[in-house]
């Protein structure tokens, strides 16, 4: 995850984008694959015990619960990191289903995870 992030910060660069911006996109990609931390996903590997969950869901999930953490870090209102956790978790194609309900609820504000 930190050479993906390494990868993205060297192609942002001539965007010129703000470095708080900046700074943002590059943690969201480094967390893109988060879920992969995960027992499950580990056990899947070596075992080939299929996943209750994908990491990509787990991601979205961790995401969400690590809000308060990484609200220092992005900025923003709590709907418009949620939206960026969604986009993050759905990086593999498939939208997200928990925690913004899919592609169907995309535009509306989600309730409060916790």
């Known amino acids: 995850m930190l050479d993906v992030a390494a990868v993205a910060e060297c192609l942002i ?3 010129g984008f703000d470095r708080p911006l900046q700074q943002a996109l590059v943690l969201l990609v480094a967390l893109h694959d988060l879920g992969k931390i995960s027992e ?3 056990r899947m590997l070596r075992e080939e015990v299929p996943q209750t969950l994908r990491h990509w869901e787990l991601t ?3 995401l969400f619960e690590l809000d308060p953490l990484l609200a220092a ?3 923003g209102d709590p709907w418009h990191r949620q939206t960026l956790y969604a986009a993050v978790a759905g990086h593999h194609g498939r939208p997200p289903k928990r925690a913004l309900g899919g592609l169907a609820n995309a535009g509306r504000r989600p309730r409060d995870y916790r």
């Open 13 to 15: 660069a001539p965007f």
């Open 40 to 42: 499950s996903f580990r």
């Open 60 to 62: 979205e999930i961790l």
């Open 73 to 75: 870090r992005l900025g």
